[in-house]
């Protein structure tokens, strides 16, 4: 029932006078293509920042806080594009994306991503509870900030694999 209602929606969407433009353009989809790889590169190059600041070999002179707040508004910003971009894509091709699992499971990861940034900011970042003062030790949320960075990593290189999987199923 699940795999029905999705095929119609697809099917649905392509005849969309958006997506019969999208279709239809020869400049449409690989502009988009190109801000998305661009937006990619960009999340994961300020998400690598942030992952290697907490694992302790990048910016260790100054504190998590003041690095994550510089990196925060390029995420942001990025994420922002991917947003935009991606929907322009699934509006595009629905087909392509939205019933291919790769692109679910893609998804699925990307939530957890978010949901990871947003434990970094709102654990690590707390002036309260920053590195050297705070309710909690040092050491205690150098650990759990080395925990998120992997954990961070993975996924990020998940939805990277993810991506390009999506165009082989």
């Known amino acids: 029932m699940r795999n029905a209602t999705l095929n119609q929606f697809c099917v649905w969407l392509e005849d969309t006078p958006v997506s019969q433009a999208i279709q ?12 998305h790889i661009f937006a990619v590169s960009a999340v994961l190059s300020v998400a690598l920042m942030i992952a290697l600041r907490l694992l302790g ?5 100054q504190p998590f806080s003041s690095t994550f707040s510089k990196c925060w508004p390029i995420l942001k910003f990025s994420l922002f594009l991917l947003f ?5 894509l699934i509006i595009g091709e629905p087909s392509r994306s939205l019933a291919n699992i790769a692109f679910q499971i893609k998804m699925i990861l990307l939530i957890t991503t978010l949901f990871t940034l947003r434990i970094i900011k709102r654990i690590l970042v707390n002036p309260v509870t920053d590195w050297k003062s705070g309710y909690e030790s040092e050491r205690v949320l150098q650990l759990k900030g080395k925990f998120l960075a992997v954990g961070l990593l993975i ?4 939805i990277v694999v993810a991506g390009r999987w999506i165009a082989y199923t």
């Open 155 to 158: 996924l990020l290189t998940c």
């Open 24 to 35: 239809v353009s020869e400049w449409i989809v690989p502009i988009t293509q190109i801000i």
């Open 57 to 61: 070999y990048f910016a260790t002179e």
């Open 84 to 88: 935009m971009t991606g929907i322009l």
